[in-house]
């Protein structure tokens, strides 16, 4: 160990035996040392991010396995912040040595300098190592998961359930990652915290055609901590909704361009909210002036019926961490309550910046981005009416069942496709539809949304931002829009 107190020309010669294959409380004397080292060279705040993945991706199409993709990454962070700005740096040397060059370099990007040779450099207190991987047993995830056999066996059934299932099928794809993650965070106002986190998804994609006649319709599942899931997923129903949605879309009629009322499925469907307005609640847009809610708190955004939350806690969610990447325990964040704005998504530099308090938000892809203000598991809540009450409230209009991909512009302009709709006639479902794609605003739409049903449910997403691409979970009842700008033929 070394000792509380040392001078700067005693760094070079520093032997520090911390544990190379695993994150522990070895690894606190070194990390101390280089926290004390930045905050000597004048640095207002600093943090390390250190990280070690285990990934792997396998791909069914037809009957043949095509694709087995590993993917190993060991490497660390450094945040360094001198007044309301910082810098990042990274590197893929865990060594003492190697994570003081990056912490040079990021000190130098700001300004700052390394103290003079006999300087003293007083270590930073870190607390004990707060343990979520220990704590919660997650040491014995990695070896538990599906062995690469055992994924393309599954797979493989599961693209011969498609072809049982589904007519005039054309292409019949089964994909299947595991992404393995250990995390450390230690910063300069003593955080020292670990975490294990293991994220699955499996899916179908299915292409269908009968002459002129086309339908695709793809179908995703994910979970995390369960090391069991691939080998409880039930391919079997997971086929027969992807082969029925494929089967209504196929001779589907083109729908007519104009505005209608709308009632849109649980689930994905909360893809909408998560675009339009959830990153507008991100602290990140607050600070470069792209959100229409930034002086909003407080006030009316959305229908008095919406109610919508942000959190990391919801069981097996994709989105559910135990403490985000900046080392903060996770919550619930209350965004809006009944139509009123409550809080913003908020990291350390969004509180930093913004004043809005951290909620447990900062996320990163991995050790080279830094983290930004980012969404978890994020869905509209449940509402007082039954399902049936939204489609008997509309004599004509639409329902999107599946929602597709879209875009988002920087102030909340939207536009989505809808793989999977259907007419409204008279409070009843109609015939099928398809080429829908959904048009709108984040202001004006928050506050068409007239009728929450209490079916919540809630579904695994990908979303890409500044701190790169980052699984995240979207969800809501069934809920109606009063209007919306339809696009078609």
């Known amino acids: 160990m070394s000792p509380t107190l040392l001078q700067t020309r005693e760094l070079p010669q520093l032997q520090y035996r911390f544990t190379p294959q695993s994150f522990d409380s070895t690894w606190a004397a070194p990390l101390s040392t280089l926290l004390g080292l930045g905050r000597a060279a004048g640095a207002a705040f600093v943090e390390f991010f250190l990280e070690r993945t285990n990934y792997i991706s396998c791909l069914a199409e037809e009957e043949r396995i095509t694709s087995i993709s590993p993917s190993l990454s060991t490497g660390a962070g450094v945040r360094v912040f001198k007044g309301r700005a910082d810098c990042y740096v990274s590197t ?9 060059a990056a912490l040079e370099k990021a000190l130098s990007i700001m300004g700052l300098d390394i103290p003079s040779p006999n300087a003293f450099v007083p270590e930073v207190n870190l607390e004990p190592l707060r343990d979520y991987a220990v704590a919660k047993g997650k040491e014995a995830w990695l070896p538990a998961c599906s062995s690469m056999q055992e994924m393309g066996d599954i797979l ?19 994909v299947y990652f595991r992404d393995w993650q250990e995390v450390m965070v230690a910063a300069s106002d003593g955080t020292f ?45 997971a086929a027969a909704d992807v082969a029925e949605s494929a089967g209504h879309m196929l001779y589907a009629d083109y729908v007519e361009s104009g505005t209608y009322p709308i009632v849109m499925a649980n689930q994905f469907g909360g893809v909408i909210f998560h675009e339009a307005c959830g990153h507008l609640l991100e602290t990140t847009q607050i600070e470069r002036e792209t959100t229409p809610f930034a002086d909003k708190k407080g006030e009316k955004i959305a229908h008095e019926s919406l109610t919508a939350w942000d959190e990391g806690i919801s ?30 998504i908020s990291d350390r530099a969004g509180e930093m910046r913004t004043g809005h308090p951290r909620t447990g938000s900062g996320r990163r892809q991995g050790y080279t981005y830094a983290a930004a203000s980012r969404m978890r598991n994020t869905y509209i809540g449940a509402g007082e009416h039954s399902v049936e009450d939204l489609f008997a409230s509309i004599d004509r209009g639409i329902y999107c069942k599946k929602m597709g991909g879209g875009s988002v512009g920087a102030t909340g302009e939207f536009n989505f496709g809808v793989d999977e709709a259907y007419t409204i006639e008279n409070g009843k479902l109609g015939k099928p539809l398809k080429g829908a794609v959904l048009i709108g605003d984040a202001s004006d739409i928050m506050n068409k949304i007239s009728m929450c049903a209490n079916d919540v449910d809630l579904a695994a997403g990908f979303c890409g931002s500044v701190s790169g691409s980052i699984y995240v979970t979207v969800g809501q009842p069934h809920i109606k829009v009063d209007s919306i700008t339809v696009g078609g033929r």
């Open 92 to 100: 893929n040397d865990l060594s003492f040595n190697g994570l003081k």
């Open 156 to 174: 493989l059934c599961g693209t011969d359930e498609l072809q049982k299932q589904a007519k005039h099928t054309q292409s019949r794809r089964a």
């Open 193 to 237: 915290a670990r975490d294990i986190r293991l994220t699955q998804s499996v899916g179908y994609s299915l292409l269908c055609a009968d002459g002129e006649h086309r339908s695709s319709i793809g179908r995703r599942d994910g979970n995390t901590s369960d090391p069991s899931f691939l080998r409880s997923w039930d391919y079997a129903s």
């Open 315 to 344: 069981a097996e969610a994709f989105g559910t961490v135990d403490m985000d990447d900046e080392g903060m325990p996770v919550q619930r964040t209350l965004l809006i309550e009944n139509g009123i704005l409550k809080n913003f």
